[in-house]
């Protein structure tokens, strides 16, 4: 699955750690979806989502196969 985590993280001019924070997740787990080595729960998804403001599908898309 493919992400644009980073993407958003950045344009918010936010921290890999602060980004943890807001989200209450620990900043090794912000590295793992950035680097699309670790897809989150659908929970975590929805609150990434809601961080930046965008719907979950502009974060999280499918690979094409």
Do not use: W, Y
């Not at 001019?13 to 090794?28: D, F, H, K, P």
């Not at 719907?55 to 196969?65: H, K, L, M």
Request: aromatic fraction near 6%.
């Amino acid at each position: 699955m493919h992400n644009t985590l980073k993407l958003l993280r950045e344009e918010a001019g936010m921290s890999q750690g602060e980004c943890a924070t807001a989200l209450g997740v620990s900043r090794q787990t912000v590295i793992s979806i950035e680097k699309g080595h670790f897809d989150p729960r659908l929970s975590l998804a929805f609150r990434i989502s809601r961080l930046f403001e965008v719907r979950v599908d502009e974060v999280f898309v499918p690979d094409r196969d």
